[in-house]
């Protein structure tokens, strides 16, 4: 059975969506009819509306989503991507590279909810999607930081479906593999896909749009699950 997502009049604003995932989601928003707004601090590709911000930074994040509040009247839905992925262990790890990867892939994702949420609660209607990652349970040596941070933003994705339940705004999680994009070619020493695909499996960006289309969508009546692709990722232990 072919199943198909129409978005039409739909806004859904993407963090991170100028590459991989995030920016085949943002192709199949318009191509389904709704308005993808790309958040990231390079460009998209042309036809997609992008807004240059820094989520770390939540004056930067109210400010741009009081903007596409102003040009489009309302967000329909969040997916919050954005993430960095430096690679260092524990003990060689500074203090400016813990607190930005934090910064970028924790704070980031709670000033973006907390911008775009409160109007989701006045019309009693949105999706917040954010990312997490397989490594926030097996861990992975050298992306500590990365890790805890895709961790703790489970428990704070769990936390908002929670509080927002009763107003119909529907908070999920999903993990979408490993997955063929740039920023896991630099993070992973630029392995070949055949390497990837031989010992834990890859997927590509496409790959994760379907789910994310079905949670941004009405047809997902779930709040506070994490959906998973993750394939293999007791393997990655093994893979340094």
């Known amino acids: 059975m072919k199943v198909s997502f129409d978005a039409t009049g739909e806004v859904v604003v993407i ?3 100028a590459r991989g995932i995030g920016a085949a989601l943002a192709q199949a928003v318009n191509g389904a009819g709704g308005t993808a707004i790309v958040f990231d601090v390079t460009p998209p590709a042309d036809g997609v509306e992008y807004v240059e911000v820094d989520v770390a930074d939540r004056s930067a994040v109210q400010a741009a989503v009081a903007g596409v509040l102003e040009r489009h009247g309302r967000i329909d839905g969040l997916v919050a991507g954005a993430a960095v992925q430096p690679r260092s262990t524990v003990l060689e790890m500074d203090a400016a590279e813990w607190t930005r990867t934090l910064q970028v892939n924790l704070d980031g994702v709670v000033w973006a909810c907390q911008a775009v949420v409160p109007q989701m609660v006045e019309r009693q209607s949105g999706s917040v999607v954010v990312f997490t990652s397989g490594l926030a349970s ?7 930081a990365y890790a805890a941070s895709k961790a703790a933003l489970v428990a ?60 941004l969508s009405d047809a997902a009546a779930m709040t506070g699950s994490v959906l998973s692709r993750e394939r293999a990722f007791a393997k990655l232990t093994s893979f340094i």
């Open 15 to 17: 963090t991170g969506g």
């Open 138 to 144: 097996t861990g992975y040596a050298g992306a500590s």
């Open 156 to 215: 704070f994705a769990k936390s908002l479906a929670v509080e927002v339940a009763g107003d119909r705004v529907r908070v999920n999680v999903v993990a979408p593999g490993v997955i063929d994009t740039e920023q896991f070619r630099t993070a992973n020493g630029g392995a070949d896909r055949e390497h990837w695909h031989d010992t834990i499996g890859i997927g590509d960006p496409d790959d994760v749009v379907g789910p994310l289309l079905f949670l």
